[in-house]
Every structure is written in C-alpha cells, then in structure tokens.
C-alpha cells in the first residue's frame, strides 16, 4: 500500500516488500538566515528570494509533523492514526527518473 | 533441590542421571513458571516454543506453545505453568518457514508471582530462531538482540514533496547499520548551484556530515550513493557520485540519516532513497 503523508507531502509504501512496516516520519523544514534589505531575518527555505543573502540555516521540526513510530503501541494504534486524517492512500508512484547517461546530454 | 539418593521410581533415577550421575534436568515447582519474551519485525510470525517435563510422579509429559508477537519490535510475554517436577528439554523456533534469521528475538525465563510482584529467578536460553535454526536447552548458546549478522533488507523510505530533503528516521525498538544507500535529485531551472552532503544525527545533534564533492547545476538529475567504508569518487565521465558513511556505524532509534543538499530550490525533487541496512532489535520495552 502506496501513502501520501497530508502534512509534509512525502510519499511512502506500508508494508515494504520485505513485510516490514515502514514508520512515516515527516521531515523537518530548513530555517534560513538571510541578509534582506539591510536586516537579517529568518524564513523557510522556500520563500527565499532573489538577492537574499543567504547566511545560515538551521533544521526546525513541522509545527503538525507526523512521526507513525509509536514506541510502545500496537499497530492499531498506527492505524488509529492514520484513519484520524493523518494519511491517505495513493496509486503507486512511476519508477524513479533515470540520470542522463552523461553529463553532456543534460544541456 | 537434592535429589535423594534411594529414590524408588527407576525411570526418575535413570531420567536424572542419579545412577549415571548425567542429565541435566531444571527443577521446578508449582509456584514456579516459564515466561517467553518475544520481539519481531516482521508481520505474521508464529514462535513456537516446545519441550518435555518429568513430573514429581515419574509421569513424562510434553508441552507446546505459541506466541505471535506483532511486526512493531515491541516485546510480547507469554507464561506456562508446568507444575512440580524437573524441565528435561526445551526448543523455540518459528511455526513455519520463509522469515529469515534475525527477524525475531525470544528469551524463556523462570519466573514466580503475579503482576506487580513478579520475580526473574533464572534466564535459560535467549537468542535468534527461525524455523531451521532453534534454539534448544539444555546446551543454549545465548546470544544478544545485538549480536551477529541481524537482519539484512532493503528499505525504500519516503519520497519527499519537491523542495525537501531526503531524511530517514530509525524505527522504534531497532538498531541500523546503513551498509548503502541512493537517492536521485532533479533539480529545476533555477541557475545556481547546488552541493549535496549527507549528514547522520540523533534527532537533534548531527555527527557526521560528508564533503559536498561536486557543483550540482539546474536543470540536472544526478545519482547519489553513500556506503560504508566506501572510497569517495568525485567522477568526471558519470553521473553517479559516491559518499562515504562511517564504518561499522551503529544507528539507535530515533537517529537519522539525511541529505543536506546547499542551495536546494523548491522546485528541485529527491526520489525516495532505497537503502540496504542491517537491522537488530533493541529489546528496549518493558514487559
């Protein structure tokens, strides 16, 4: 079964092929520290714009991040969770892209 | 206990080795019984555990359980009561095949009382099964959740929204050891570069980064691998670039292992990383 994580997007298969269950975890969000007209303020990485100048960044944890391991609960207790709105089931995704076969055919 | 010498019933004194002065029986009482703890990774594994017990009486007797522990590593008990007598033999292995060795970990102890008030008198065998390889007392060799091969499988993690990294997190209740792993970035037309590192840390604190090796360019796809005790190879002629990870590193839940990509765009997309790790249980939870 193919998963779409609702909160950060990412894409997952429970149970793996081997029949191990796999524990979304949603990843954390790049702080950045930029240099914007004079002042030095913090943003996601994503609203970086042109002519920030990007100083630092830091990881930061999703304010509603998902994390399915659930140390010492049942599984249907994960499943608990994921019926609660946390995760949908998708259509298997297409084979990942293959990387051109040299450098030069990339231009 | 001591076994008195003129005991009348031939079979107890053969059984027990009284004339020969062999065997190697564990005497138990009513009070006392055998409690299984079991972890498993895996889904749908039944552990059987199995043996013979000669009664005060002289009357021998088999017994046979099973137990199936969940696939979330987290401990199961199960407890057999066997009365007053002597625990000849003892074996544990999976009810059928197909899980390899290292998918579940079992201990049989000797335990007396109740909730609350319960006693470990003795640990008799603990280690890994499967339906071929058990574990058998007496002559247990015991072995650690940590020790030996583990278990070897291939983990295809979660394929991030565009924009993020690639970041893995070790399950509850399992110890990694990351032998190889690869991802696939595409970046977008943005015009700048990028430089991919990967980076190990606990949740908080990161202790291990590797060297960015090469510019990334827009509008590229570019394999990355990361193995352990691997050579770093910046290579001219291939789009494939190898990483090294520490060697022999052993990962605790909770820990990570991620991409730290400088540069990355929102519009550039990682493919979910497929890694080949060896797993152990952690035998962490309270049972």
Known sequence: ?107 | MTIPSNEPNPITRKVLGIDTGAGQPFYMTGEDRLRIVTAASVAGITVRIAGRFLTIGGELTVFEEEQTPGAARVPVTREISLGDGWLLNLEVFHATTGAQLGATYSSVRVVRGGLGALRELAALIQGFCNFHNRMIWPNAQNTRSTEGEGLYRVVTGTNPAAGVEVIETVPAGAIWRPVSLQAILVTDATVINRAVRFALDDGASEYYRSPGLANHPASTTVTYSAASNATIVVAGIDTTLLHALPQDLRMLAGHRIRTATANLQAGDNWSAPVMLIQEWLAMDGTV
């Open chain 1, 1 to 107: 079964m193919f998963l779409e994580c609702l909160e950060c997007g990412g894409r997952y298969q429970d149970p793996q092929p081997d029949g191990l269950r796999y524990y979304h975890v949603c990843a954390p969000i790049v702080i950045v520290t930029v240099e914007r007209a004079g002042a030095r303020i913090e943003i996601p990485r994503r609203e970086l714009a042109a002519g920030d100048k990007p100083i630092g960044f830091r990881l930061a944890p999703r304010s509603n991040g998902r994390n399915e391991n659930s140390p010492r609960e049942w599984d249907n207790e994960r499943k608990r969770r994921r019926k609660a709105g946390g995760a949908v089931e998708i259509d298997p995704p297409a084979p990942a892209l293959e990387p051109f076969a040299s450098a030069s055919e990339a231009r």
